[in-house]
């Protein structure tokens, strides 16, 4: 797997109404980057979004969030990946995964869109071979309560699981860039084992 990150995605809807809501998971991925690198976002209209340049395991990095909303993500990210000529291999796209449970994260490449509307409007755009991180949000239960699950705020324990996931997610791309996608993947992936002693 190449190491030859050049940009990270964060999907969200604009707007302070959706600041804290579920679907905005991947701004809040890269609201962490550029925070932890004490760099701001700055409006970039050509890129239809937000922009901010940071260091990441000693490499320059794009971060982005599209000023769109959700279903027209594509456009931003279609802009950006002609105007610095960026592969999909080359872009990670972090979005709110209802398929996995608040607290957890996944590095996946490639793949079907799963019906999340950020990802299938970038699929329009650059196929399916993509980086993506996987930002688990948990799922209502029942597919008809999906839409207001994902434009909802997260309990307060699904929000400090979700947040804390964010903190090993950056570490794991960190430790792609330096180590390898193998590495990271391990990171992330493999459960910790219980301490000793622990009771199941």
Not at 33 to 55: N, T
Not at 77 to 103: I, R
Not at 144 to 155: A, E
């Given at each position: 797997?190449?190491?030859?990150?050049?940009?990270?995605?964060?999907?969200?809807?604009?707007?302070?109404?959706?600041?804290?809501?579920?679907?905005?998971?991947?701004?809040?991925?890269?609201?962490?980057?550029?925070?932890?690198?004490?760099?701001?976002?700055?409006?970039?209209?050509?890129?239809?979004?937000?922009?901010?340049?940071?260091?990441?395991?000693?490499?320059?990095?794009?971060?982005?969030?599209?000023?769109?909303?959700?279903?027209?993500?594509?456009?931003?990210?279609?802009?950006?990946?002609?105007?610095?000529?960026?592969?999909?291999?080359?872009?990670?796209?972090?979005?709110?995964?209802?398929?996995?449970?608040?607290?957890?994260v996944r590095?996946?490449?490639?793949?079907?869109?799963?019906?999340?509307?950020?990802?299938?409007?970038?699929?329009?755009?650059?196929?399916?071979?993509?980086?993506?991180l996987?930002?688990?949000?948990?799922?209502?239960?029942?597919?008809?309560?999906?839409?207001?699950?994902?434009?909802?705020?997260?309990?307060?324990?699904?929000?400090?699981?979700?947040r804390?996931?964010?903190?090993?997610?950056?570490n794991?791309?960190?430790?792609?860039?330096?180590?390898?996608?193998?590495?990271?993947?391990?990171?992330?992936?493999?459960?910790?084992?219980?301490?000793?002693?622990?009771?199941?």
């Open positions: 797997m190449t190491s030859e990150l050049h940009a990270i995605i964060g999907l969200g809807n604009p707007g302070s109404e959706y600041e804290r809501t579920r679907h905005n998971a991947g701004f809040w991925f890269v609201d962490q980057l550029a925070d932890a690198a004490r760099v701001p976002f700055r409006s970039e209209s050509k890129f239809h979004g937000q922009l901010a340049r940071i260091k990441l395991g000693g490499r320059d990095v794009l971060l982005l969030k599209p000023g769109t909303f959700m279903n027209r993500s594509g456009q931003a990210v279609q802009a950006l990946a002609q105007f610095y000529k960026l592969a999909p291999g080359a872009m990670l796209v972090a979005h709110d995964e209802l398929d996995l449970p608040a607290g957890t590095l996946k490449l490639g793949g079907g869109h799963g019906g999340h509307n950020g990802l299938r409007d970038i699929h329009k755009v650059l196929g399916e071979g993509y980086l993506r996987r930002i688990g949000i948990g799922h209502p239960g029942d597919k008809n309560l999906v839409l207001n699950y994902v434009l909802g705020r997260p309990s307060r324990d699904d929000d400090e699981a979700i804390a996931s964010l903190i090993d997610a950056a794991a791309v960190e430790t792609w860039l330096t180590r390898g996608w193998e590495r990271a993947l391990t990171q992330l992936h493999t459960k910790p084992a219980p301490p000793a002693g622990a009771t199941k």
